[in-house]
């Protein structure tokens, strides 16, 4: 995230009425509502995560041990445990 110059983007007036609240200081202003998008849906991590999680299901439904999906996927056997889990809870 950059930053602006809170001149460059807005009026003097509100610029001032701001500073009797924080002089100063850096302040977030979040996003409108509407606008707001869940996380990993701007770049398609969230579905990237999601087709991982399924292959890894998939392997342990087919008969893979977590030992060997844990090499496959580069993840630890807890995270494997984890994500089965998960699954299952889904499934249900």
């Known amino acids: 995230m950059g930053y602006l110059r809170a001149e460059e983007v807005l009026p003097r007036e509100l610029i001032e009425m701001i500073q009797q609240y924080t002089d ?3 302040i977030y202003i979040p996003r409108r ?3 707001k998008v869940g996380w990993g849906e701007k770049n398609q991590t969230r579905q990237m ?3 991982r999680n399924d292959s890894i299901y998939n ?3 087919s008969g893979c041990k977590i030992k060997d999906i844990s090499k496959r996927f580069c ?5 494997i445990w984890r994500i089965v889990g998960q699954e299952k809870k889904k499934a249900v």
């Open 24 to 26: 100063g200081t850096n």
């Open 49 to 51: 995560f999601r087709e």
């Open 75 to 79: 993840l630890s056997e807890k995270s």
């Open 59 to 61: 392997a342990y439904l």
């Open 33 to 35: 509502e509407e606008v």
